[in-house]
Each structure stands twice: as structure tokens, then as C-alpha cells.
């Protein structure tokens, strides 16, 4: 017996009725950004691996070790490949290899349907006299492997040169020629064909390129942003996004290799006020808000400032240094980040080296005035929007494009992993990925988080589930066509309808309603012919007669005391 297949571990499979959950948190999210003037964006779930590189930083948990990287095969270099192939063919002959020959002749429409063929380079061998090409042409297509398109592609090419009166090759012969590195297996049904193979020498094959499952979206979002060159529009960005990441941790209550965030991003020139400290303030108050229409209480806002890079680094070497002298009574991972990057070892949760971290120098003293300034500015801001927070100098995030406010909302409802979200400021991330100056600020909340917090704080069952207003039960096969009639008329009348099946004996069409619906509606041959339907209301147990024409009205109707 073959093996059950099973979902990967640290994956999961969302059912209903949870995912009606899912679906009323991020319509909320949705509502709250559309408010607050957010525009959705939706970035690739894979990117190249040197934008987490880079973006997120070599020595961070992320990176360095809880990526799904992967080699995405050999990239075929192309124009590599007619280079050398022209060069070659130049000292051999070199009075007639004229690449992209066909398009400067001003012929585009026809090298816009060879294109379209599937030919997508051609380089015309000829014998050139004046503007005109006589004699021997020759149609010349470079692949990384031989196959049947290709060669139908140049089949075709040539019959449309012949046919085409636009084209210069009407005149003389044209001969087809597909060439292939010699790597590529030659397949015996190639000499079928009236195409000539030339297998050619040479490395024309790219290393392969490296990918990765997105662990988190900032990066994403920023390399599009320098992509789209949105700074250009000299506006401020302000980006929305809802999708999964992928890392892999050990799996736990409330982590997982899949899950879902809920994030966004404000980012721009400076010009466009992205640097303002009102901005951090603006987002901060907008996830109270977010997190208050979510019906999610008892969070704390814990909010730190990490200074500018050059702070950062000033810090992260302060830190070195005080850790030297007592690292050695610090766990193994402590004593690994001292030496790579001494700002983790603030994240440590084993309870012995607490006090140790304790007695640790503080971010807030390596700030320059700037620095200072700015997160006075916010915090002014939050104290007259009346949004809590709670000063946390630990706080410095496990990602090294951080500058500035950063900023935590935990949950003590969802036990070891209580960060609901978290964020901040990113003032040097589009220059770390070779794009204009654009700061920016953003956070990213845990959508699978926010599912187990309303679980936790409702009652389960309200929280998601919800009943039909109507199920219908035809009493017999023969009325499975006017049941299905009936269920049509009140689903357009907006109304949530299950469709019973008239297979079923009626106590089964009963057990089966009472699970799914408010209502019964029950459909026999009589009510078909009166249009006077028996209807049953499973929460006051009062069953009635309803003319067929007011049963939309009748059901969506709140059941009575
Ligand atoms: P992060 O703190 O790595 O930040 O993740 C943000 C949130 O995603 C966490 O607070 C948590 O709720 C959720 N999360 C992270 N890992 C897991 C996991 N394995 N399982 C379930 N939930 C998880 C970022 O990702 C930054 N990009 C946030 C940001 C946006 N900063 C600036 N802009």
C-alpha cells in the first residue's frame, strides 16, 4: 500500500469555518488601509537570494540559517552564443554575417512575425548588393537544446520570407541552419528535416542563479519600489500587503514554515516628508486602530529607537567590547553572536543570562541628537494621539536594515511567541540594494497570530462559525430539478442556501439542516404544486406555512425569542 501524503511539517492546511476568520481579519486590514490611503502591492513569492543577502543582512537568524534557497538550473547566455558565433563565422567569411540584418532593413512587421514564430533571433548570412540581398540567405536560429519548435519555427520562417512582401528574402534562396552548443544531445530525427544543424563549441550556459522563498516582504517591497522607480513619481509610497512567508524555524504554537502577514510600508524621497517622524506616529496609531476594529484588546506597544547606521554600528562595537569580559558564562549562542553581531545577544530568552544582560550598555546612550530628536518627535506624537507604549531598550530586531523607531506589539495570550507584529524603520535599505535615498517605515503583524489571539479571546464557535439561512429538502429524486429552481430564486435574493437532495429519507434531510442551516424548507410534491412551503425554525423548534413568494423575506428574518 503506497504511503498517505501528508502536508510538510511546519505547513498547514486552513479549512472552514476558520478561514471565514481569515477572511474577516484581512477585510478589516483592508478597510483600515483603504482609510488610512494604502495602495495594495503584491511582490513574487520567490526573489533572488542577494536581496535577503543583502537587504536583511548575511548574519541574521532569517538568513543565515531559516531561508528555502534553491538553485534555479543553467540560464542559456544567447547572445553570448551569436557573438562568438558571428565572430567565428567573420573570419571565415567575412563579407556577409549580418546580425539583426532583417531589422535594420526596415522591415520590423516581418521580423515582428518571425518573432512571433517562435524565432526569436535571426542573423541573415547573404551576399549583400547595394540595399539588396540576392543569391544564398540564410536563417539562422540559436538555441540551448535542438527541438521540434524550433526547427517548425524555422520552417515556417522561411515559407513566410517566401511568401511575405515585405521581406528582402523573396528573391533568393533561403537556407535554414539552427545552431546548438555542442553540450545540447543531438536526436537522430534532426536529419528528417531540410534544417542544417551546426553543433558549436564554447561555455554558453550561465552558473545557475540562486532563489528563495521570501521570508518576509520589506525587501520585496523595496526592490520594487527602486525597480518601478516609484521615488521618481516624488511621492510618497505608502504599500500594503497581505501573503505568506516562508521560514524555516522549529515549528511551534504560533510559528510556522508557511504563514501569512499582514504588512505595510511607507517609503519615498526625503522630499516627500518619508523621513518625518509624524510618519512613524501615523503608522503606530494605525495599528491601535487596526488592532481595536480586529477586536484584538490587551496588547502593548513596545517601542525602542536603534539610532542611525552609524549609531547602530557605534553600539553594536560598544557592545563587543562590554561583552568580552563576561560572554564566556553566556550560552553557546551568545557567545557565537558576540563575535558576529553582538546586537542579538539582546534577543537571548535563556533565564540565566539575563542579568548578565542586564548590567549590559544601553542603545539609548550610543544615540547622536538627531536620533534623539526624532524619537522624541514620535513619542510627543503618540502621547497626543493617546496611543500606549511602553519604552523597551532590548528591543533592536532580529533584521539589520532597522534605523530608528523600532517597535513590537505583543500579545500575552499567545504565550513564547508573543510578538503580534513588528517594525520600523528602514532609512538606509534602498541604498543597501543600490537605489536612491528613500526612507522608509513599515511593519509586517502575523496573520496566523491574529487567528489564535480572536480564537483564544472568543468563543470558538461564534468566533467563526456561522449557519445558512435555509436548507432545502425536495422530498424525493423527482423534486431534485424544482429544488435546486427554488434554492436559485432565494440565493438571488441574496440568501445563504444549502441544497438537501431528495435521495435523502426526511429525518436525514432534518439531521443534516439542523448542522447547517437556521431553516428547513421542505419541498414535496404538494408545496410544489400550492407554492406553500413548510418551514421549520431549528431555534424555536415552530414550524410554518409560507407562501413561496414571501420565504426571502421569512428567512432572513432574526429568529424570534
Ligand atoms: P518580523 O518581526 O520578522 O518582521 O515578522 C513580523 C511578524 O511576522 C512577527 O511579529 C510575527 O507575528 C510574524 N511571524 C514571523 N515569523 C513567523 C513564523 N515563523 N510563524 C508565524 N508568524 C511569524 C518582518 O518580517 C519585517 N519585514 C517587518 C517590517 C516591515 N519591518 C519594516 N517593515
Same mark, same amino acid.
Given at each position: 500500500m503506497?504511503? $498517505?501524503l501528508k502536508?510538510?511539517r511546519?505547513t498547514? /492546511?486552513l479549512?472552514?469555518p476558520? $478561514?471565514a476568520l481569515?477572511?474577516?481579519i484581512?477585510?478589516t486590514?483592508r478597510? !483600515?488601509?483603504?482609510r488610512y490611503?494604502f495602495?495594495?502591492?503584491r511582490t513574487?513569492?520567490?526573489?533572488d537570494t542577494?536581496?535577503f &543577502?543583502r537587504?536583511?543582512g548575511?548574519?541574521?537568524?532569517?538568513v543565515?540559517k531559516e531561508?528555502?534557497?534553491?538553485?534555479? +538550473?543553467e540560464?542559456?547566455e544567447?547572445?553570448?552564443?551569436?557573438?562568438?558565433?558571428i565572430?567565428?563565422n567573420?573570419? $571565415?567569411?567575412?563579407?556577409?554575417?549580418?546580425?539583426g540584418r532583417?531589422?535594420?532593413?526596415g522591415?520590423p512587421s516581418?521580423?515582428?512575425?518571425?518573432?512571433a514564430l517562435?524565432?526569436?533571433?535571426?542573423?541573415?548570412?547573404?551576399i549583400?548588393?547595394?540595399?539588396?540581398l540576392?543569391g544564398?540567405?540564410?536563417l539562422?536560429c540559436?538555441r540551448?537544446?535542438? %527541438?521540434?519548435?524550433?526547427?517548425s519555427?524555422? !520552417?515556417k520562417?522561411r515559407v513566410l520570407?517566401?511568401? /511575405? #512582401?515585405?521581406?528582402q528574402?523573396?528573391?533568393?534562396r533561403?537556407e535554414?541552419r539552427?545552431?546548438i #552548443?555542442?553540450? *545540447?544531445?543531438?536526436? #537522430?530525427?534532426?536529419?528528417r528535416?531540410?534544417?542544417s544543424?551546426?553543433q558549436f563549441?564554447?561555455q554558453?550556459?550561465a552558473?545557475s542563479?540562486?532563489l528563495?522563498l521570501?521570508?518576509e516582504?520589506?525587501?520585496?517591497v523595496?526592490r520594487?519600489y527602486?525597480?518601478?522607480?516609484?521615488g521618481?513619481t516624488g511621492?510618497?509610497q505608502?504599500l500594503?500587503y497581505i501573503?505568506?512567508?516562508?521560514?524555516?524555524?522549529?515549528p511551534?504554537?504560533g =510559528?510556522?514554515?508557511?504563514?501569512?502577514?499582514?504588512g505595510?510600508?511607507?517609503?519615498g524621497?526625503?522630499?516627500?516628508?518619508?523621513?518625518s517622524p509624524?510618519r512613524? &506616529?501615523?503608522i503606530l496609531?494605525?495599528l491601535?486602530t487596526?488592532?481595536?476594529e480586529?477586536?484584538?484588546?490587551?496588547?502593548?506597544l513596545?517601542?525602542n529607537?536603534?539610532?542611525?547606521a552609524?549609531?547602530?554600528?557605534g553600539?553594536?562595537e $560598544?557592545l =563587543?567590547?562590554?561583552?568580552?569580559p563576561?560572554?564566556?558564562?553566556?550560552?553557546?549562542?551568545?557567545?557565537?553572536?558576540?563575535?558576529?553581531?553582538?546586537?542579538r !545577544?539582546?534577543d537571548?530568552?535563556v533565564?540565566?543570562d539575563?542579568?548578565i544582560?542586564?548590567?549590559l550598555p544601553v542603545?539609548?546612550?550610543s544615540?547622536d541628537e538627531?536620533?534623539?530628536?526624532h524619537f522624541?518627535a514620535v513619542?510627543?506624537?503618540l502621547?497626543a494621539a493617546g496611543?500606549?507604549y511602553?519604552?523597551? @531598550?532590548?528591543? !533592536?530586531?532580529?533584521?539589520d536594515?532597522?534605523t530608528?523607531?523600532t517597535?513590537e506589539f505583543t500579545?500575552?495570550?499567545?504565550?513564547?511567541?508573543?510578538?503580534?507584529?513588528g517594525?520600523?524603520r528602514y532609512d538606509?535599505? %534602498?541604498?543597501?540594494?543600490g +537605489?536612491?535615498?528613500?526612507?522608509?517605515?513599515g511593519?509586517a503583524m502575523?496573520e496566523?497570530r491574529?487567528?489564535l489571539t480572536?480564537?483564544?479571546a472568543?468563543?470558538q464557535n461564534s468566533?467563526?462559525e456561522?449557519?445558512a439561512?435555509?436548507?432545502?429538502?425536495?422530498?424525493?429524486e423527482s423534486l431534485?430539478?424544482a429544488?435546486?429552481?427554488? *434554492?436559485?430564486?432565494? =440565493? @438571488?435574493?441574496g440568501?445563504?442556501?444549502?441544497l438537501?437532495e431528495g %435521495?435523502?429519507?426526511?429525518k436525514? %434531510?432534518f439531521e443534516?439542516?439542523?448542522k447547517?442551516? =437556521?431553516?428547513i424548507v421542505?419541498?414535496?410534491?404538494?408545496?410544489?404544486k400550492?407554492?406553500?412551503?413548510?418551514?421549520?425554525?431549528?431555534s424555536?423548534g415552530?414550524?410554518?406555512?409560507v407562501?413561496r413568494g414571501?420565504?426571502?423575506?421569512?428567512?432572513a428574518?432574526?429568529?424570534r425569542e
Amino acid at each position: 500500500m503506497s504511503q $498517505t501524503l501528508k502536508a510538510v511539517r511546519g505547513t498547514r /492546511d486552513l479549512l472552514p469555518p476558520e $478561514t471565514a476568520l481569515w477572511n474577516r481579519i484581512e477585510a478589516t486590514a483592508r478597510n !483600515v488601509f483603504a482609510r488610512y490611503n494604502f495602495g495594495e502591492i503584491r511582490t513574487p513569492v520567490f526573489e533572488d537570494t542577494a536581496l535577503f &543577502a543583502r537587504g536583511v543582512g548575511e548574519e541574521t537568524d532569517i538568513v543565515s540559517k531559516e531561508m528555502y534557497t534553491w538553485s534555479d +538550473g543553467e540560464r542559456f547566455e544567447e547572445n553570448k552564443m551569436i557573438a562568438e558565433w558571428i565572430d567565428k563565422n567573420r573570419s $571565415t567569411q567575412p563579407h556577409n554575417v549580418q546580425p539583426g540584418r532583417i531589422n535594420e532593413q526596415g522591415t520590423p512587421s516581418f521580423l515582428a512575425k518571425l518573432n512571433a514564430l517562435g524565432v526569436q533571433r535571426q542573423v541573415y548570412r547573404g551576399i549583400q548588393q547595394g540595399q539588396h540581398l540576392t543569391g544564398v540567405t540564410e536563417l539562422v536560429c540559436f538555441r540551448p537544446a535542438l %527541438s521540434t519548435d524550433a526547427i517548425s519555427a524555422l !520552417v515556417k520562417a522561411r515559407v513566410l520570407a517566401k511568401s /511575405d #512582401p515585405s521581406s528582402q528574402l523573396q528573391q533568393g534562396r533561403i537556407e535554414l541552419r539552427l545552431v546548438i #552548443p555542442t553540450s *545540447a544531445p543531438l536526436n #537522430p530525427w534532426v536529419e528528417r528535416g531540410d534544417v542544417s544543424i551546426e553543433q558549436f563549441e564554447g561555455q554558453f550556459f550561465a552558473s545557475s542563479q540562486s532563489l528563495t522563498l521570501r521570508p518576509e516582504n520589506t525587501a520585496g517591497v523595496v526592490r520594487s519600489y527602486i525597480e518601478n522607480k516609484l521615488g521618481e513619481t516624488g511621492q510618497l509610497q505608502k504599500l500594503y500587503y497581505i501573503g505568506p512567508q516562508f521560514r524555516r524555524e522549529r515549528p511551534q504554537k504560533g =510559528r510556522y514554515r508557511q504563514f501569512s502577514q499582514i504588512g505595510a510600508e511607507v517609503i519615498g524621497p526625503p522630499s516627500s516628508g518619508s523621513e518625518s517622524p509624524l510618519r512613524d &506616529a501615523e503608522i503606530l496609531e494605525m495599528l491601535a486602530t487596526l488592532l481595536d476594529e480586529l477586536g484584538i484588546t490587551g496588547w502593548t506597544l513596545e517601542l525602542n529607537s536603534v539610532g542611525s547606521a552609524a549609531d547602530r554600528a557605534g553600539y553594536n562595537e $560598544t557592545l =563587543r567590547a562590554a561583552l568580552v569580559p563576561v560572554v564566556g558564562k553566556m550560552c553557546a549562542d551568545c557567545q557565537r553572536r558576540a563575535v558576529t553581531n553582538p546586537l542579538r !545577544v539582546l534577543d537571548c530568552k535563556v533565564p540565566d543570562d539575563q542579568p548578565i544582560i542586564e548590567t549590559l550598555p544601553v542603545i539609548a546612550d550610543s544615540l547622536d541628537e538627531e536620533s534623539r530628536k526624532h524619537f522624541a518627535a514620535v513619542t510627543a506624537a503618540l502621547d497626543a494621539a493617546g496611543v500606549p507604549y511602553t519604552l523597551n @531598550h532590548r528591543l !533592536v530586531r532580529g533584521l539589520d536594515y532597522y534605523t530608528r523607531t523600532t517597535f513590537e506589539f505583543t500579545h500575552g495570550g499567545l504565550g513564547a511567541q508573543n510578538a503580534l507584529l513588528g517594525g520600523g524603520r528602514y532609512d538606509g535599505l %534602498s541604498e543597501m540594494l543600490g +537605489g536612491p535615498r528613500a526612507p522608509g517605515i513599515g511593519f509586517a503583524m502575523g496573520e496566523d497570530r491574529l487567528v489564535l489571539t480572536l480564537l483564544a479571546a472568543l468563543d470558538q464557535n461564534s468566533a467563526v462559525e456561522q449557519k445558512a439561512e435555509a436548507f432545502i429538502a425536495p422530498l424525493g429524486e423527482s423534486l431534485n430539478a424544482a429544488a435546486l429552481i427554488l *434554492a436559485r430564486e432565494l =440565493r @438571488h435574493q441574496g440568501l445563504w442556501i444549502e441544497l438537501g437532495e431528495g %435521495s435523502f429519507r426526511l429525518k436525514k %434531510s432534518f439531521e443534516a439542516a439542523d448542522k447547517t442551516a =437556521r431553516h428547513i424548507v421542505i419541498l414535496g410534491e404538494d408545496e410544489l404544486k400550492s407554492g406553500i412551503l413548510t418551514v421549520k425554525n431549528f431555534s424555536t423548534g415552530i414550524q410554518t406555512k409560507v407562501p413561496r413568494g414571501e420565504l426571502a423575506v421569512f428567512l432572513a428574518e432574526p429568529p424570534r425569542e
